[in-house]
C-alpha cells in the first residue's frame, strides 16, 4: 500500500544503508574482543597495543580465522575520529616484534647505556633505604604511638560502619587509616641498613647480559609462557603509521621491565634491595612492522 507511506524510497534506502554500515562495525567489534574466545587468549601482546597517532587501543579489528585476524587503530576502525588506517595480520605482527624485541636485547652497542642506567637506579635505591633506615631508628617511638592510634580509630569506624552501613565519608577515613597504617608498618620494618657492597661494571654488565639472554629465551618458548611474561614486563608499546617508498609501515615505540621478582646481582646484603626495588627499563628503538611481509615459516 504504497499511498500509506510517511518517508520515501530513496530515505528508506538511505537508512538500510547506515543500519549495514552499523551492523558491520558492532560485528567487527565483537569479534575483536568483547566476546573473548580461546584464540584470543593467546596474543601475546593483547591490550599493550597504541596507536601513535590518538593514543587509543591498537587491537584486534578483524576477528575468524587465524589467517585472517588484523591489528589496527580502533578509533578509525569504529570511530572514524583517528586517520591511521595501517592494518597488520596477528601473527606477522607477533613474530616481527618477538624477534625485533630479542635483537634489541642483545644488541652489544646498547650494552653501556643499560649499564649507566641500572648503576644510578641502583644507587638511587640504596641511598633511599639507607634513608628511611635512618628515619625508621628516629621516628620509631612516634610511629608507634601514630600506630596505636590509627588502630583504635579503625576499630572505632569499623563499629560505626557495622551500625550505619557503609556511607562515603566513613568509606573514606577509613581508607585513610588504613592507608597510613600500611605505611607506618612499612617504615617500621624497614631494617638499619648493613655497609653495602659496591659494583663494578663487569658485574652489572654480565648480571644484564644474562636477564636479557633469559627474557629472550623465554620469548621464545611456548605462547602461554610468552605471553606471561611479555604481560608482566611490557606495560605499553606505540605503533606510529610512518610512510616509506616500499609502503606504509609501523613504528614501535616503548620498553621492557628487565628484572623479575627473586633476581639478584649477587649473594650478599643488597639482594633484597635490588629485588625488591630495582626495576630497570630497557628502552626499545629501531622497530620498525611491515604489514606486507608475510607469515614466515
Same mark, same amino acid.
Given at each position: 500500500?504504497?499511498?500509506?507511506?510517511?518517508?520515501?524510497?530513496?530515505?528508506?534506502?538511505?537508512?538500510?544503508?547506515?543500519?549495514?554500515?552499523?551492523?558491520?562495525?558492532?560485528?567487527?567489534? !565483537?569479534?575483536?574482543?568483547?566476546?573473548?574466545?580461546?584464540?584470543?587468549?593467546?596474543?601475546?601482546?593483547?591490550?599493550?597495543?597504541?596507536?601513535?597517532?590518538?593514543?587509543?587501543?591498537?587491537?584486534?579489528?578483524?576477528?575468524?580465522?587465524?589467517?585472517?585476524?588484523?591489528?589496527?587503530?580502533?578509533?578509525?576502525?569504529?570511530?572514524?575520529?583517528?586517520?591511521?588506517?595501517?592494518?597488520?595480520?596477528?601473527?606477522?605482527?607477533?613474530?616481527?616484534?618477538?624477534?625485533?624485541?630479542?635483537?634489541?636485547?642483545?644488541?652489544?652497542?646498547?650494552?653501556?647505556?643499560?649499564?649507566?642506567?641500572?648503576?644510578?637506579?641502583?644507587?638511587?635505591?640504596?641511598?633511599?633505604?639507607?634513608?628511611?633506615?635512618?628515619?625508621?631508628?628516629?621516628?620509631?617511638?612516634?610511629?608507634?604511638?601514630? *600506630?596505636?592510634?590509627?588502630?583504635?580509630?579503625?576499630?572505632?569506624?569499623?563499629?560505626?560502619?557495622?551500625?550505619?552501613?557503609?556511607?562515603?565519608?566513613?568509606?573514606?577515613?577509613?581508607?585513610?587509616?588504613?592507608?597510613?597504617?600500611?605505611?607506618?608498618?612499612?617504615?617500621?620494618?624497614?631494617?638499619?641498613?648493613?655497609?653495602?657492597?659496591?659494583?663494578?661494571?663487569?658485574?652489572? !654488565?654480565?648480571?644484564?647480559?644474562?636477564?636479557?639472554?633469559?627474557?629472550?629465551?623465554?620469548?621464545?618458548?611456548?605462547?602461554?609462557?610468552?605471553? !606471561?611474561?611479555?604481560?608482566?614486563?611490557?606495560? *605499553?608499546?606505540?605503533?606510529?603509521?610512518?610512510?616509506?617508498?616500499?609502503?606504509?609501515?609501523?613504528?614501535?615505540?616503548?620498553?621492557?621491565?628487565?628484572?623479575?621478582?627473586?633476581?639478584?646481582?649477587?649473594?650478599?646484603?643488597?639482594?633484597?634491595?635490588?629485588?625488591?626495588?630495582?626495576?630497570?627499563?630497557?628502552?626499545?628503538?629501531?622497530?620498525?612492522?611491515?604489514?606486507?611481509?608475510?607469515?614466515?615459516?
Amino acid at each position: 500500500m504504497p499511498e500509506l507511506a510517511i518517508i520515501t524510497e530513496e530515505l528508506w534506502e538511505q537508512v538500510q544503508e547506515v543500519n549495514r554500515q552499523m551492523k558491520d562495525k558492532i560485528y567487527g567489534r !565483537r569479534l575483536g574482543g568483547l566476546n573473548r574466545t580461546q584464540q584470543s587468549r593467546t596474543y601475546l601482546f593483547s591490550s599493550l597495543l597504541y596507536c601513535g597517532l590518538c593514543g587509543g587501543k591498537f587491537s584486534i579489528i578483524i576477528g575468524g580465522k587465524a589467517e585472517k585476524v588484523c591489528y589496527g587503530c580502533k578509533y578509525h576502525r569504529f570511530r572514524d575520529t583517528c586517520s591511521n588506517r595501517v592494518t597488520i595480520r596477528w601473527k606477522p605482527l607477533e613474530q616481527q616484534l618477538v624477534a625485533a624485541i630479542a635483537k634489541n636485547l642483545l644488541d652489544p652497542s646498547l650494552e653501556e647505556d643499560r649499564v649507566c642506567e641500572f648503576r644510578k637506579q641502583l644507587q638511587e635505591r640504596i641511598e633511599l633505604e639507607a634513608r628511611l633506615a635512618s628515619d625508621a631508628v628516629s621516628n620509631g617511638p612516634s610511629l608507634e604511638a601514630e *600506630r596505636l592510634e590509627l588502630e583504635k580509630q579503625a576499630r572505632r569506624l569499623v563499629d560505626a560502619v557495622a551500625q550505619h552501613g557503609f556511607p562515603s565519608l566513613l568509606s573514606a577515613e577509613l581508607a585513610r587509616a588504613e592507608s597510613r597504617l600500611a605505611e607506618i608498618e612499612r617504615l617500621l620494618a624497614v631494617k638499619p641498613a648493613p655497609k653495602l657492597p659496591t659494583f663494578t661494571d663487569d658485574q652489572i !654488565r654480565g648480571f644484564l647480559r644474562e636477564e636479557c639472554k633469559n627474557f629472550c629465551e623465554l620469548l621464545m618458548s611456548d605462547a602461554e609462557t610468552a605471553r !606471561r611474561e611479555i604481560q608482566k614486563r611490557i606495560k *605499553r608499546l606505540v605503533l606510529t603509521p610512518k610512510e616509506t617508498p616500499h609502503g606504509m609501515v609501523l613504528e614501535v615505540s616503548g620498553d621492557v621491565e628487565l628484572l623479575r621478582a627473586g633476581d639478584v646481582l649477587v649473594e650478599g646484603s643488597v639482594d633484597e634491595i635490588v629485588q625488591q626495588h630495582t626495576q630497570i627499563c630497557v628502552a626499545l628503538t629501531g622497530i620498525i612492522l611491515d604489514p606486507s611481509l608475510r607469515l614466515a615459516s
